[in-house]
């Protein structure tokens, strides 16, 4: 279902308790959310007009696809996207140092 390069790829997949018996019967699975931790060091960075999240990724971490974990670093904001605008330059968002 998942690629296994995926950070969900090892979840367990499950049916929701409150799923109806046609969408179990259907065989509907689902994946738990992950925990999000708390990181042990995080540095504060004011985004400039334009940057974006797979930028700030590999400009500290060396891997774009890790834009995520400076989303759960700010909980504040739902989506990725709540983070880069033209709107956002100046706002502070915290960057997680180290692996989890």
């Keep these: 279902m998942l690629?296994?390069?995926?950070?969900?790829?090892?979840?367990?997949?499950?049916?929701?308790?409150?799923?109806?018996?046609?969408?179990?019967?259907?065989?509907?699975?689902?994946?738990?959310a992950r925990t999000i931790i708390s990181a042990s060091g995080i540095l504060e960075h004011p985004l400039q007009e334009g940057e974006r999240l797979d930028q700030l990724a590999e400009y500290y971490?060396?891997?774009?696809?890790?834009?995520?974990?400076?989303?759960?670093?700010?909980?504040?904001?739902?989506?990725?996207?709540?983070l880069i605008g033209k709107d956002r330059a100046g706002l502070t968002v915290l960057i997680p140092q180290g692996e989890e």
């Design 61 to 82: 971490y060396g891997n774009a696809q890790l834009w995520w974990r400076i989303v759960d670093a700010n909980p504040e904001f739902f989506h990725g996207d709540d």
């Design 3 to 32: 690629n296994n390069a995926s950070r969900y790829g090892t979840f367990t997949l499950f049916t929701p308790e409150d799923a109806s018996e046609e969408s179990a019967a259907e065989g509907f699975l689902g994946i738990r």
